[in-house]
């Protein structure tokens, strides 16, 4: 069965700080792996993908994602994180065999930066 | 260029009455799909839609239907709704079914059912 696992309800971090958010994943094949993040009362936002090539994925507000296919992993990360980065992170994972092309999620993190 | 727009932002039921969540994408896309949202638990397929006249079921379709008339437009009807039912729902589109391409999210629609 296909699945992500986001092992931390919460990250917290100091502002200017590195952070990483992790999550592993379980899908038969090439995976193609998602990163989301959703602020209060909103929407689920693209931030980045993985498909194929470069491990290192990078994407918006100065966010990049690390693939390890050996750990099967694909942990998000920032060099200095933002207060304004507080939000809540899903990790979702759409396998190449489903036929319904769903995006499977993690429970999500939430990453709290402070000042 | 609105992306993709779902009616009620909030909405109160009483069990046993019906509603729909409407769901309307502006980018020509061709997926669709209806997601909850519960706590702890990420967000949960109901159904999809890979074009106009094709749905079909999700995870978790039962005490729901779709139907897709228009590229555009994607109701999530509730049937006679359940306290089990109350959750966040969130509308998506891709521009295709392939694996390869992000879905972009609706605003959602937080939905109590008493």
């Known amino acids: 069965a296909q699945s992500v696992a986001q092992p931390e309800d919460q990250v917290n971090v100091a502002e200017g700080n590195p952070l990483t958010v992790k999550c592993t994943y379980s899908?038969?094949?090439?995976?193609?792996l998602f990163w989301y993040v959703q602020y209060p009362n909103r929407g689920l936002q693209f931030l980045l993908k993985y498909i194929t090539g470069d491990n290192l994925v990078k994407g918006s507000y100065g966010f990049e994602a690390e693939f390890n296919k050996s750990q099967t992993s694909f942990h998000l990360k920032k060099p200095s994180a933002l207060v304004s980065d507080s939000a809540l992170y899903f990790c979702?994972?759409?396998?190449?065999?489903?036929?319904?092309?769903?995006?499977?999620f993690g429970s999500g993190t939430r990453l709290l930066v402070r000042p | 260029n609105a992306g993709v727009t779902q009616t009620p932002k909030f909405q109160v039921l009483k069990t046993g009455q019906s509603m729909t969540l409407q769901c309307a994408q502006d980018m020509n896309h061709e997926y669709m799909s209806w997601y909850r949202q519960d706590p702890g638990m990420g967000l949960r397929l109901i159904h999809y839609s890979v074009g106009a006249g094709i749905t079909d079921q999700g995870e978790v379709p039962n005490g729901y239907n779709v139907s897709r008339s228009t590229t555009e437009d994607f109701p999530l009807r509730l049937l006679s709704a359940a306290p089990s039912q109350t959750s966040v729902y969130f509308c998506?589109?891709?521009?295709?079914?392939?694996?390869?391409?992000?879905?972009?999210f609706g605003q959602g629609t937080r939905l109590t059912v008493v």
């Open positions: 979702a994972v759409r396998g190449p065999m489903d036929s319904s092309y769903k995006l499977i």
């Open positions: 998506a589109s891709s521009y295709s079914r392939l694996g390869n391409t992000e879905a972009f």
């Open positions: 899908v038969s094949g090439n995976p193609y």
